[in-house]
């Protein structure tokens, strides 16, 4: 009978995780259930708290990333040239 009712697999499953879902939430105890609903409410008064940055901070603090990446990444390319170079020096001095 059952599977006349669930011919698709996934509405099996999908009925399967609802129901298991549902059982959960009215199993939980009262003490629990509040605990959830507390921690979502101070997390939403936390997020309020939270002082986002404006659009011309954004902008400033996007371009000093990327220059000191530019400048990072050419200084390690400087470095690994000379490691390169004295490798290869020490490779021609060798035989």
Excluded: G, H, P, V
Excluded at 68 to 87: N, V
Aim: aromatic fraction near 16%.
């Amino acid at each position: 009978m059952i599977y006349y009712l669930f011919k698709n697999i996934t509405y099996l499953k999908y009925s399967i995780t609802i129901t298991l879902i549902l059982n959960f939430i009215t199993m939980m105890s009262k003490k629990l259930k509040k605990k959830i609903i507390n921690f979502i409410y101070e997390s939403n008064i936390d997020c309020k708290k939270i002082s986002w940055l404006n659009k011309k901070e954004a902008i400033q603090i996007t371009f000093i990333i990327i220059f000191t990446s530019i400048i990072i990444s050419l200084l390690l390319w400087i470095i690994d040239r000379i490691i390169f170079y004295i490798i290869a020096l020490i490779i021609k001095l060798r035989f």
